[in-house]
């Protein structure tokens, strides 16, 4: 894999895919197409640091569609894939499944079969070379059952949401297309991933910014829900050593090793605020905390074991999530103008995903 020149980036323009795109060219010599059809979450503003790099490329584009999707293979001719272009958000998927239905998985299936007929273009060695990495979530797994579990590899999928069957549903396909058509496939499920450049509908820069407008910080349920944070430089710099070295047809867990409670996050955010941003219309900002109605179907609780990661691969995160929670609400304080021109958009920091359905 060391030759590696060309990959190919399918929603590149989103949050972590941008952070991934970032990571290539400020680390690499490698070429990068980014593919991204630019919904609400795709915002090529988070590139703008690397857009005038000379191994960088954009191409607008749906991956549901096929023809489009062939000319980029054609065109570019990637060395690898890694594949982010997915509808992400759990509330919304709730509110409207149907996009999660088309992109993640028709639009799954639409580039597994382009990637395929591409692959089988090329010499025995390359095509021995290629990699289709498909980056995914720890929530296809569901619930953890107890305090000292973790989610491992071989862990059962049991998804709760639409957006976890919806991606659950992708990973099956691309591990079908590796073992019935022999595509050189990889697939990575992350935990919860926060820092720079995340929309703000994300739970850390919702809380973020409507703190320091004074707005109420809400929190479903009782708010001791565990997820296990990871900061999304970490994850890029894992994503593109697995698309490098891991094994074909295996799996890779990437966690943050940083479980918190729901509850605590917000404390801690309106902590840091308390310390950064004291000019904010409410401090001690902790007053603006309310609880919500749940979720409906909210898993509990979510960690991971990365020790695959660290043992096969010898990755580890270098961010507490201290140290990277700081860094994150530091960036929304220097970066006004980026989240700014986002919720000059159609998303205005409001509640989804209380199960009423968007008709499509």
């Not at 569609?65 to 709730?94: C, K, N, T, W, Y």
């Not at 993640?104 to 990637?115: D, K, P, Q, R, S």
Request: charge should be negative; charged fraction near 25%; include cysteine.
């Amino acid at each position: 894999m060391a030759d590696i020149k060309r990959i190919m980036v399918t929603g590149g323009a989103g949050f972590i895919g941008s952070a991934v795109v970032r990571y290539i060219l400020n680390n690499t010599e490698d070429q990068v197409l980014n593919v991204d059809k630019l919904t609400y979450a795709g915002n090529l503003d988070s590139l703008q640091s690397v857009s005038q790099h000379r191994n960088y490329q954009f191409a607008k584009a749906d991956i549901c569609d096929r023809q489009a999707v062939d000319g980029l293979f054609s065109e570019f001719r990637p060395h690898a894939v890694m594949h982010l272009a997915a509808e992400s958000h759990v509330d919304r998927s709730i509110d409207g499944p149907a996009a999660f239905i088309e992109t993640n998985i028709v639009g799954t299936y639409t580039l597994l079969e382009a990637c395929r007929a591409y692959w089988q273009t090329l010499s025995d060695r390359d095509q021995s070379d290629f990699r289709f990495h498909h980056i995914s979530t720890d929530e296809v797994y569901g619930d953890l059952d107890g305090p000292e579990s973790l989610f491992v590899e071989t862990t059962p999928y049991a998804p709760s949401s639409p957006y976890s069957a919806s991606k659950a549903s992708s990973d099956h396909l691309v591990r079908a297309w590796s073992r019935t058509y022999g595509l050189p496939a990889v697939v990575t499920n992350c935990s919860n991933n926060y820092g720079p450049y995340h929309f703000p509908e994300k739970l850390i820069p919702h809380i973020i910014l409507n703190a320091i407008h004074g707005k109420p910080l809400p929190v479903y349920g009782d708010g001791r829900q565990v997820r296990d944070w990871l900061y999304v430089d970490d994850h890029a710099r894992a994503l593109y050593l697995v698309m490098r070295k891991g094994r074909v047809g295996d799996t890779y867990n990437i966690g943050g090793h940083n479980e918190k409670q729901n509850i605590d996050v917000v404390k801690a955010i309106c902590s840091l605020l308390d310390e950064m941003h004291p000019e904010s219309p409410v401090v001690p900002h902790e007053n603006l905390i309310r609880f919500v109605k749940d979720r409906p179907g909210h898993d509990k609780r979510y960690a991971i074991d990365a020790s695959k990661m660290q043992n096969e691969l010898g990755w580890a995160p270098e961010e507490t999530f201290a140290t990277g929670l700081r860094k994150t609400v530091q960036w929304y304080l220097d970066n006004r103008v980026w989240w700014q021109r986002v919720l000059n958009g159609n998303y205005q920091l409001t509640r989804l995903g209380e199960g009423e359905i968007d008709h499509v």
